[in-house]
T-cell receptor
Framework: GENVEQHPSTLSVQEGDSAVIKCTYSDSASNYFPWYKQELGKRPQLIIDIRSNVGEKKDQRIAVTLNKTAKHFSLHITETQPEDSAVYFCAALNTNAGKSTFGDGTTLTVKP | GAVVSQHPSRVICKSGTSVKIECRSLDFQATTMFWYRQFPKKSLMLMATSNEGSKATYEQGVEKDKFLINHASLTLSTLTVTSAHPEDSSFYIC????????????FGQGTRLTVV
């Protein structure tokens, strides 16, 4: 089955700096890679996603890059703000199967 | 975006009783729903895949007799924790999917189960 590894497990940055979270996956059949933000006690919220036929996608301060050959994808947050503080999860899935495999999460703390 | 509603959001039950959690897709038909369990400060662990009109597929290590899943319609799946024990206390989250769409990405709000 799919195995997703996520690094780092914790990340602390100063407000205004950039944050990068990296994930690797093992199953070459995975073709959809969403990123979620989860605040304490709440549901994960999709913040950005990328399909395997695309190398990069950007949405305002958030971007995701995908290297299908190396089987890794990354989340980039620029100009971080305190409200970006949360746990971020990456996931990989094969849309034909539908089952997501999640990374272990990264706790991001943005210091004012 | 697609809306997935989960109920209840919090439940406290006595040890030995059963608890039912509902997951509804409000604006689309979900042929498949997924049930996850999340421990504090941990990732989401897939428990089972619920397919409308057929038996659920359980992940290895998940007791199917303890965690009963029913997906009776295209908009509703239920998870029943039977004979609950304190170690079943956790955050349970569902997500709903429609084949070929990006609805895999949408989760219910989660249910905090506490067994006392």
């Amino acid at each position: 089955g799919e195995n997703v590894e996520q690094h780092p497990s914790t990340l602390s940055v100063q407000e205004g700096d950039s944050a990068v979270i990296k994930c690797t996956y093992s199953d070459s059949a995975s073709n959809y890679f969403p990123w979620y933000k989860q605040e304490l006690g709440k549901r994960p919220q999709l913040i950005i996603d990328i399909r395997s036929n695309v190398g990069e996608k950007k949405d305002q301060r958030i971007a995701v890059t995908l290297n299908k050959t190396a089987k890794h994808f990354s989340l980039h947050i620029t100009e971080t703000q305190p409200e970006d503080s949360a746990v971020y999860f990456c996931a990989a899935l094969n849309t034909n199967a539908g089952k997501s495999t999640f990374g272990d999460g990264t706790t991001l703390t943005v210091k004012p | 975006g697609a809306v997935v509603s989960q109920h209840p959001s919090r439940v406290i039950c006595k040890s030995g009783t059963s608890v039912k959690i509902e997951c509804r897709s409000l604006d689309f038909q979900a042929t498949t729903m997924f049930w996850y369990r999340q421990f504090p400060k941990k990732s989401l662990m897939l428990m089972a895949t619920s397919n409308e009109g057929s038996k659920a597929t359980y992940e290895q290590g998940v007791e199917k007799d303890k965690f009963l899943i029913n997906h009776a319609s295209l908009t509703l799946s239920t998870l029943t924790v039977t004979s609950a024990h304190p170690e079943d206390s956790s955050f349970y989250i569902c997500s709903a999917a429609r084949s070929g769409q990006r609805f895999y990405a949408f989760f219910g709000q989660g249910t905090r189960l506490t067994v006392v």
